[in-house]
């Protein structure tokens, strides 16, 4: 509901009939190309107060047709104008007061007094700026009270995007108590006139069943209407209808059909999804070059799971030559925007120095940035940083503590680095059994050196009692992963 500060355009309403016959001449001049006749005619007019001559010269200053361009002219004329009363020279006025436009110097308060003007005149499109101007508290005390008043004001008079803001206001329950009915009502006649996003808007109410009862028939017809206007939304929202058959027949092609229209009018998230489908080969052919244009599209737009999708792409080579630089920039814009799995393997790269200079202080910082999002990779990297001392102080009780916490989501790696811990007494007091605990946790999980640890406790009694049988299980098992220690130690219990 951003205010829409118009330029100076002045719409020829020469269908209307002038009382003054040299006002039609003008007009008729205009028409047919002969603009400096009209220019004499209307000035003429003007001098002798007719206020749409007045306007009309200023729009014929403005643009430099007739006569040579003025600005200050064109002020003149418009300012006589809208002294004179003429609502649509006011409005325009007022407008360009608000910007600053046309060399008028910016000053809000004398915009919101000529929006008044021709307000008092019940001017829809001055009501409805005035709602603007409330809303976002331009040039005026922010009021929502009075900015719902005024664009009730226009949108009685048929004004459609006054219509749509209502339906806004009641749906999100804007300074307002949220109303569905009174969304979609207001919807609907902005909808009825062509509005793009009333009409997608009034589609969504149909599709969820808010203010009306659902109907999918309903929701594609608005959805439909909104999208033939290039209405990029709209043509997004009919994706989904296509390919569950929701008040339309089930069709692929024609959901494929709507992904790229509204990708092509720049909705990063049909951007995305249609690179997740060339790069998967679902629907269509799997083409890694279209599919990294997608998400190109959508990266640069800011779209973060697109980011990390391009970055993956370059690290695999899919669609082009692996490119760990290409990588890390991508990886890297989506970090900043607090992609978790981008954080981490930002750290990774800096950890190992491909496609960035190897910079452990860095790798800290991007995995510490993931760990406390709660990436169980992340936590255990981590901890392994403060375990060796690399890219920071050696701190055994934080290596301690990410280890933890990344083992309590089962992570194996970190069970088992907990059981080496407490197995040697680094950091911590040596505890047999804990360390027995956890080596048997990352076992369990498959972890082949746990497997082997386990064996060495089980064998010479250390947390648990001496137990041959068991050592030779776990031996066994890690054996049967190419442990060479573990069959080394099998050997030598046989014998």
């Known amino acids: 509901m951003r205010l829409n500060v118009l330029v100076l355009i002045v719409v020829f309403c020469f269908s209307v009939q002038s009382s003054a016959a040299g006002f039609e001449q003008g007009v008729t001049a205009y028409r047919n190309g002969q603009y400096q006749q009209a220019f004499k005619i209307w000035h003429r007019l003007a001098r002798n107060g007719n ?12 643009k430099g047709v007739g006569t040579a361009k003025s600005a200050d002219r064109a002020g003149h004329w418009l300012h006589k104008a809208a002294e004179n009363g003429l609502a649509a020279a006011q409005l325009t006025l007022g407008l360009m007061y608000l910007d600053g436009q046309q060399g008028l110097e910016q000053d809000q308060q004398q915009g919101v007094y000529w929006l008044r003007r021709a307000a008092r005149q019940r001017d829809p499109e001055a ?24 664009y009730r004001r226009a949108a009685r008079q048929g004004h459609k995007r006054a219509q749509y803001n209502l339906g806004v206001i009641y749906q999100a329950g804007l300074q307002v108590k949220k109303d569905y009915q009174k969304a979609v009502y207001w919807y609907r006649q902005a909808a009825l006139q062509g509005h793009p996003k009333a009409q997608n808007n ?19 017809k608005w959805y439909l209407l909104a999208a033939r206007q290039h209405y990029a939304v ?17 069709s692929d092609t024609e959901a494929l059909k709507w992904y790229h229209a509204a990708a092509r009018n720049n909705h990063t998230l049909a951007q995305y999804h249609l690179g997740t489908l060339y790069r998967s080969g679902t629907l269509v052919q799997q083409d890694y070059t279209v599919a990294l244009d997608w998400f190109g599209k959508a990266a640069k737009a800011g779209y973060v799971e697109a980011q990390f999708a391009l970055a993956d792409m370059y690290v695999r080579g899919q669609g082009v030559a692996p490119d760990y630089r290409s990588a890390a920039y991508w990886y890297r814009a989506a970090a900043q925007q607090g992609h978790t799995l981008a954080q981490y393997y930002l750290g990774s790269l800096y950890a190992v120095g491909r496609g960035v200079r190897k ?28 375990f ?71 064998a010479a009694g250390l947390g ?28 030598r219990l046989k014998k």
Do not use: C, P
Request: proline share 0%; hydrophobic share 40%.
């Open 51 to 62: 206020r749409r001559a007045q306007y009309y010269l200023s729009f014929m200053y403005t």
């Open 127 to 150: 009501e409805y700026n005035l709602g603007v101007v409330y809303y976002e508290g331009t040039g005026v005390r922010q009021d929502h009270r009075q900015a719902i008043a005024w």
């Open 202 to 220: 009034l589609g969504v109410m149909y599709d969820k069943g808010w203010g009306t009862a659902q109907n999918y028939h309903e929701a594609a």
């Open 234 to 250: 709209a043509q997004y929202n009919l994706v989904y209808l296509y390919a569950k058959g929701l008040g339309v027949k089930k």
């Open 359 to 386: 910079d452990y202080a860095k790798a800290h910082a991007w995995f510490n940035a993931a760990a406390q999002h709660g990436l169980a990779e992340a936590q255990h990297d981590l901890a392994l940083l403060y």
């Open 388 to 458: 060796r001392g690399v890219g920071t102080a050696r701190d055994y009780h934080k290596a301690y503590s990410w280890f933890r916490r990344a083992a309590g989501q089962g992570h194996k790696e970190a069970q088992n680095r907990l059981g080496q811990m407490f197995e040697h007494g680094d950091g911590i007091a040596r505890n047999y059994r804990q360390a027995l605990k956890w080596y048997l946790k990352a076992a369990a999980r498959g972890h082949v050196r746990a497997q082997y640890h386990l064996g060495r406790l089980y």
């Open 464 to 491: 648990v009692a001496k137990n041959t049988a068991e050592a030779l299980k776990w031996y066994k098992k890690a054996a049967r992963q190419g442990d060479l220690q573990s069959m080394v130690m099998l050997a």
